[in-house]
């Protein structure tokens, strides 16, 4: 059985060129980034989601390797915590199966304590 995060964003106005370029940006920026070739990353549909009103929308499996979770959960969330940021206005979603996702107005997404010295360092912080 596999666990994905999921996150979608709905507004009634559709990005600008600008939020386009600035999503476009993001996602090659944190695919260049992210720390294993092995493990699905940041994943968004093209469709911008099946929700009505919806601007972005996809998922990440996360890897069944324990040590892989942790730091790839992180940077996922912090990816999709720029594209929120890149896309004022709209409503988001953001869940790891059925557990919704808190967002922090300085963090952005993240779980109480995930970022805490230890296996979000990295690959290799364990």
Known sequence: MS???YYSARRTAP????ETAAVERIVADRTA???YEDEESLHLYDDGGSEPSGILAGS????FEPDHAIPVLDHVLGSVSELRRALPGAEWHVHLDDLDVPWDDTDGYVFP????AGP???PDGF
């Open 3 to 5: 666990v994905s995060l």
């Open 15 to 18: 990005p600008t060129d600008a």
């Open 113 to 116: 304590g995930m970022r805490d």
């Open 33 to 35: 980034s992210f720390p």
């Open 60 to 63: 990440t499996k996360m890897p």
């Open 120 to 122: 979000a360092a990295g």
